[in-house]
């Protein structure tokens, strides 16, 4: 596989996956009511891999000839182990500057402070100093206190992918 990274699609029953895919900087469509035929149709005309738990979607999937990646764990560590054995996710990492939007999926760009005063809470204004603004939603991110689950839950990842 070529440097760039691979395109997602992740189907309905997957979402804390996808939005941790986004967070991780990875391009990932998902919608909580998508159908099989939109998301087969999604997937073959962006060049998007299929990532699911239905295992009759991954039969429709390789009879169209697109990619795709079964889940059969329920445990976030785990699943993105089963991606890392089809697609090599090389090193994660979790920052504004990496990552999209797990909301909406659209790209983050780093935002000046005092663009953003009236966007944030006062006291999140007057204690951060980086700033990401999504680029389709407008939401503002900033590495508030739960950056560090996330960041433990990338050391764990990246401990278990090099291993």
Known sequence: MSNEKPLFIVDAMLGKLAKKLRLLGYDSLYSSSIEDDELLHIAKNENRVIITKDLQLIHKAKKHQI?????????????????????????????????????????????????????VPTGVFENMNDFWTCNKCGKV???????????????????????
């Open 67 to 119: 990619a795709s990646i079964q889940i059969t764990k329920n445990e976030e560590i785990e699943q993105f182990l089963q991606i890392n054995e089809k697609i090599d996710l090389g090193k994660c990492i979790i920052s504004g500057s990496n990552s999209r939007c797990p909301i909406c999926n659209g790209e983050l760009k780093y935002t000046e402070k005092n663009d953003i005063s009236e966007k």
């Open 141 to 163: 991110y900033w590495e508030g206190t739960h950056i560090k689950n996330l960041q433990k839950f990338n050391a764990e990842l990246n401990d278990r992918l090099s291993s």
